[in-house]
C-alpha cells in the first residue's frame, strides 16, 4: 500500500521537543476553504548522535570569578572592530587574567539562532544542545549544514521523487564515487556522477564507493548534532574527560524517553585540537564512540607555537585580516607568553617528539638571494627539554622569557614560582602526546590541508643572520647576544619590506677572535604546504594512525575548513561510513 500523494499547498514545520524529550510539532486550526496543509516529518527512533569537538579558541570562556567574558571572538563586523581596539589596548597583566587556565570556564551564552529553514530543531534545543559553547562565526554554519544533510538526506523530504524529492548532493555523490553510468536526473544540479567525479578529484584520490544500500541505510537513523565547549586553555586529557562526561551525563540521556533510542555510542567530528580531545577520550573510552571524522588537526604540533612565543602572532602588512588578528591575539612576546606560557592545551598543540626532528633551524645568509646555510638545528631528540623549557636567561634563542610570564602577579600571589609553573604545564603537554602517542580510533576517516601555493604553513622556525663573518662555535649557548641594559631579550615586531613582524636579538660579540656585531631575525616565511597554519609534516602523521581515511585536500584556510565544499563532502563521506558499522535498527512493530 502506498501514501496518498500530498497536496500541492503544503507548508513543513519545524521539528520541537516536548519535556520528555520526544519529537513534537506546533501548528494552528484552519476553516475548510483554507487549502495549505502542516507536514510534520517525524525522525526515525533509532537515534545515533553526532558530536562536534572545536579547535583552540573555539569555545566560549568566561571567569569563574564574576562571570564576565574571557574569551568570546567577534562574531559580526562591529564586533570585530570592538575586539581589535580592545587588542590593541589590552596590556599583558589583562591578557594573563583574561587566560589563565585556572580562573575560567566554558561560556554557553554564545549566539545560536537557528533558521525556519533549518527544520530539525528550534534556537532553544540547540543551546540544550550546547552550541552557545562554541564560537558562532566559525561553528554555527556548519552545524546547522550537518544538522540538515544527515536528517533531511533528501531536498524535499516526505514527498514521492515524482514529485522532484531527490537525494542531496551530499548524499547522492557517494554511490557514484567508482564512476559508472551518469546519473538519470534531469536536472543538472542532480547529476551525481558529475559531483562524484569533481569530489575525486578535489580529494585526489578515489575512496570506496556505497552501494544503494549503503545508501538506503543510512535514512534508518536520526543524527542530532551536539556542540562540545571545553577550556583549551587546560590540558587536553582533562577535556577528553570532559568530553565522556558530556556523552553520558547529556547527550545519550536526551534520547531515553518515551520515543527516541540509541545505542550507547555517538560520532564524533572534530576540527584542528578538538582532534586531539576525541583521540584522547576514544582511548579513554571507545566502547561509547561509534566512530571519528578528523578535520585538520595539527597531530604532531605545529612550529608556529614557538614562534608566537618569540615573536608573537605572525601577520603580513598586505593582509587587514591577519594584521587585525595578530592585534587581538597579541602581536609580540610580551602579549603573547602570559597567555600561553601556563597552558597546558596551548603548549600542546607545540611539535612533539613525532614531529620531524630538527624544525627550529639557525641559517647565516651569505648573499641577499640566497636562502642561507643551515648553522644548526633543534631538536636532537626531545623538544621539551631542548626547546620549549629553555628560558632567554639560558640562551638568546629560548622560548620562554621569565620576566614576560606573570605581568599580573597572579601566580605569585598563590606562592608559587611562574617559570617552574610553565614547566608543569610543559611536563604535561610532554605526558599528553606520550599518553595519546600512536593510538587511533579504529574506525576513524580524515582529512587535512597540503595547500603548497595559497594556504602554507610554517613547517620549521628559522632563525637568520646575515653576519659575514666566522660565528662563535658556542653561537646557540652564548646568553651576552640578543641582551638589553635590562638583560633581557630585545624583541621588535616592527616590520621591514620583507620580514613582517619579526623578532630580533642582537648582540656585541666582543672581547676574542669575533668582533663585530650578530643580528638574528626569525623570517616570517612560511615555507611548507599545509593550511595556513598546520603545516603538512604534522597534518600527514594521520596517515602514520592508520585510519580508515586520509585525504590530502588543498584549497582552504585552516579555521575555515568546513566551509569548503570538498572537505565538507568528505566529512560527509566519513559519517555514512561509520554509520555502516552501528547496529541495525530494532523492528518498531507497533508503528
Not at 558530556?246 to 550507547?264: A, C, M, S, T, W
Request: glycine share 8%.
Amino acid at each position: 500500500m502506498t501514501n496518498p500523494p500530498l497536496p500541492s499547498a503544503t507548508r513543513r514545520v519545524k521539528l520541537h521537543f516536548d519535556k520528555d524529550g520526544s519529537p513534537a510539532y506546533e501548528s494552528v486550526t484552519s476553516p475548510e476553504c483554507f487549502k495549505q496543509n502542516a507536514l510534520a516529518v517525524l525522525p526515525p527512533r533509532d537515534t545515533i548522535p553526532v558530536v562536534f569537538v572545536p579547535g583552540i579558541m573555539g569555545s566560549n570562556l568566561k571567569l569563574k570569578k564574576d562571570g564576565k567574558k574571557s574569551w568570546n571572538p567577534p562574531n559580526t563586523t562591529g564586533e570585530s572592530i570592538k575586539a581589535l581596539v580592545g587588542g590593541i589596548k589590552l596590556r599583558p597583566s589583562e591578557r594573563q587574567v583574561i587566560f589563565d587556565p585556572e580562573n575560567t570556564v566554558v561560556s554557553y551564552d554564545g549566539p545560536c539562532a537557528v533558521p525556519d529553514s533549518v527544520y530539525w530543531l528550534s534556537t532553544e534545543e540547540a543551546r540544550l544542545r550546547g552550541w552557545g559553547s562554541l564560537h558562532a562565526a566559525s561553528y554555527l554554519g556548519v552545524l546547522q549544514h550537518l544538522e540538515v544533510s544527515l536528517n533531511d538526506q533528501y531536498t524535499r523530504p516526505g514527498r514521492p521523487r515524482e514529485e522532484g524529492n531527490y537525494l542531496l548532493d551530499e548524499i547522492g555523490l557517494l554511490q557514484y564515487l567508482g564512476g559508472g553510468a551518469m546519473s538519470e536526473r534531469a536536472r543538472e544540479e542532480h547529476d551525481y556522477a558529475a559531483l562524484a567525479q569533481k569530489a575525486v578529484q578535489g580529494w585526489g584520490e578515489t575512496p570506496e564507493a556505497f552501494q544503494p544500500e549503503e545508501i538506503v541505510r543510512l535514512d534508518d537513523y536520526y543524527y542530532p548534532v551536539w556542540a562540545y565547549g571545553y577550556n583549551w586553555l587546560r590540558c587536553n586529557s582533562e577535556a577528553a574527560e570532559g568530553l565522556i562526561k558530556f556523552i553520558d551525563e547529556k547527550v545519550l540521556p536526551r534520547y531515553e524517553g518515551n520515543y527516541f533510542r540509541h545505542q550507547g555510542k555517538v560520532i564524533l567530528v572534530t576540527h584542528s585540537m578538538g582532534g586531539l580531545v576525541a583521540r584522547r577520550a576514544a582511548q579513554l573510552a571507545p566502547d561509547k564512540i561509534l566512530g571519528v571524522v578528523q578535520g585538520v588537526c595539527p597531530l604532531a604540533g605545529a612550529p608556529v607555537v614557538y614562534r608566537r612565543f618569540r615573536a608573537g602572532t605572525e601577520y603580513s602588512r598586505f593582509n587587514v585580516g591577519e594584521w587585525g588578528f595578530a592585534k587581538v591575539i597579541g602581536d609580540d612576546a610580551a602579549a603573547v607568553t602570559p597567555e600561553l606560557a601556563c597552558s597546558p592545551g596551548a603548549l600542546e598543540l607545540a611539535p612533539s617528539q613525532f614531529y620531524p626532528k630538527g624544525w627550529l633551524q639557525f641559517r647565516q645568509k651569505s648573499s641577499p638571494s640566497g636562502d642561507g646555510t643551515e648553522i644548526a638545528s633543534l631538536p636532537k631528540e626531545d623538544p621539551y627539554e631542548e626547546i620549549y623549557k629553555k628560558t632567554t636567561d639560558e640562551c638568546w634563542w629560548g622560548m620562554l622569557d621569565p620576566d614576560l610570564i606573570d605581568p599580573a602577579g597572579l601566580i605569585k600571589e598563590r606562592d608559587a614560582d611562574p617559570l617552574q609553573i610553565s614547566e608543569k604545564a610543559i611536563d604535561k603537554a610532554k605526558s599528553f602526546h606520550a599518553t595519546v602517542g600512536h593510538y587511533v580510533h579504529p574506525n576513524t576517516y580524515g582529512f587535512y590541508g597540503n595547500d603548497d601555493k595559497k594556504h602554507r604553513a610554517f613547517g620549521h622556525v628559522v632563525w637568520q643572520t646575515s653576519h659575514a663573518e666566522t660565528l662563535p662555535a658556542d653561537l646557540l649557548e652564548r646568553k651576552d647576544l640578543g641582551r638589553t641594559h635590562k638583560g633581557k631579550s630585545w624583541v621588535s615586531s616592527g616590520e621591514d619590506a620583507r620580514i613582517p613582524a619579526a623578532p630580533v636579538v642582537r648582540g656585541d660579540i666582543v672581547p676574542g677572535p669575533y668582533e663585530g656585531t650578530i643580528t638574528f631575525k626569525v623570517l616570517n616565511v612560511k615555507d611548507q604546504a599545509g593550511d595556513g597554519t598546520v603545516p603538512e609534516d604534522s597534518a600527514k602523521f594521520l596517515k602514520a594512525l592508520n585510519p580508515k581515511m586520509a585525504l590530502a585536500i588543498s584549497g582552504y584556510d585552516h579555521q575555515a575548513a568546513y566551509g569548503d565544499t570538498y572537505v565538507y563532502y568528505a566529512a560527509i563521506y566519513g559519517i555514512a561510513r561509520i554509520v555502516q558499522a552501528a547496529a541495525l535498527p530494532v523492528p518498531d512493530l507497533c508503528r
